[in-house]
Each structure stands twice: as structure tokens, then as C-alpha cells.
């Protein structure tokens, strides 16, 4: 059962200059995501996803990001062979 679940985005972005848009994926930064399941912590992260980040100065700051559920990784073949399923992200739906 699915206590506890947050997902945390770290984008690595050094820049001297503001920009009002900024692209990042999986080639540049990392998603993870823990969870608890029958009381263990785990830990995993996204192998592919995507985002952009419109900032101010834009008029509409926003940011619109995909994450592509089927590349969710825990690095424990249990966790990682159940997480498509219906239970956790329904990958199917």
C-alpha cells in the first residue's frame, strides 16, 4: 500500500544572465521520487522526462513538464517491475 509518495525535481543550471526560458530533461538534470511501501522507504528517478521553465521577466510564469512513467527506476527489480502498474503510476492508462 502506497503511504507516502513526493517527487522532487533538481535542475543543475548555472547561469550569469536571467532568462525567461529554460529547457531541461533528463540529459541535463535528474527527477527522483521516494515513496514508502509495507513501511521500507525507496528512492528512484526518471530516466526520461523533459521540462520547460517559463520565468519571469515573462508576463506568464509557468512550467510544463513530462515525465514519462514507463522509465521510473528504483534500481530494485521488485519495485522496478511493479511501479508501471496499476497501483503506482499506471503506465497502460
Not at 25 to 40: I, L, P
Amino acid at each position: 500500500m502506497l503511504l507516502s509518495f513526493s517527487i522532487t525535481l533538481y535542475l543543475s543550471l548555472i547561469t550569469t544572465v536571467v532568462q525567461a526560458e529554460i529547457k531541461s530533461s533528463h540529459q541535463s538534470g535528474t527527477v527522483s521520487f521516494s515513496g514508502q511501501h509495507a513501511g521500507m522507504n525507496f528512492e528512484g528517478k526518471f530516466e526520461r522526462w523533459q521540462a520547460t521553465l517559463n520565468l519571469p521577466p515573462q508576463s506568464k510564469p509557468n512550467i510544463i513538464a513530462t515525465f514519462y512513467m514507463s522509465s521510473a527506476k528504483t534500481g530494485d527489480s521488485i519495485y522496478d517491475s511493479t511501479l508501471p502498474e496499476f497501483d503506482w503510476f499506471d503506465v497502460e492508462n
